[in-house]
């Protein structure tokens, strides 16, 4: 199953320099049946997108813990699409994430299929996102309409074997 980890600079190079991601559990976010019967007139492509910006949402509250923490780091969203087998995850009963799933290992990175990244133009308006989300969570209807505009930036597709060069690069 192709699953969508949502990540940060800093630990995708963790992670690169680890040969996994993790440590275990971690999130992901897929196709799951809950996914499939609420979105029913999607496509296989069109649900995987649902996923994947499900994963850029939970990168977006990464990167704001990292700033939190003082992590140093691009603002840009970073998510891992790798493939795991059905197995080795387990899926909740969340309503409101249908597509959130729980990895009870570590993923290798022989298992990451692409990167997906933001490209530099868009980082002014994540880090915009990443400092309004307190307000945002609180209620605050133009902060949440920043927040959501982060979702107007399409993440840029990276083969895994460029992942050196851009972890390099930002």
Known sequence: MRVYLPCTLPALARAAEAGELGPAPLTGYAVTPALTEWYASGDTE????????????????????DHADGVEGAS?????????????????????ERAR????????????AAVHIDDLYAMPDIEAAVAALPASDGGDDDARFTVDGAEAHELMWFATQEIPELLRTC
């Open 46 to 65: 069109e649900l995987e997108y649902v996923a994947l910006t499900e994963a850029a949402r939970a990168s977006l509250r990464m990167l704001a813990a």
């Open 76 to 96: 840009r969203r970073v998510v891992v699409a790798a493939e795991v087998p059905d197995g080795a995850l387990s899926m909740g009963a969340d309503l409101e």
């Open 101 to 112: 799933v729980r990895l009870a290992q570590p993923i290798p990175m022989t298992k990451v």
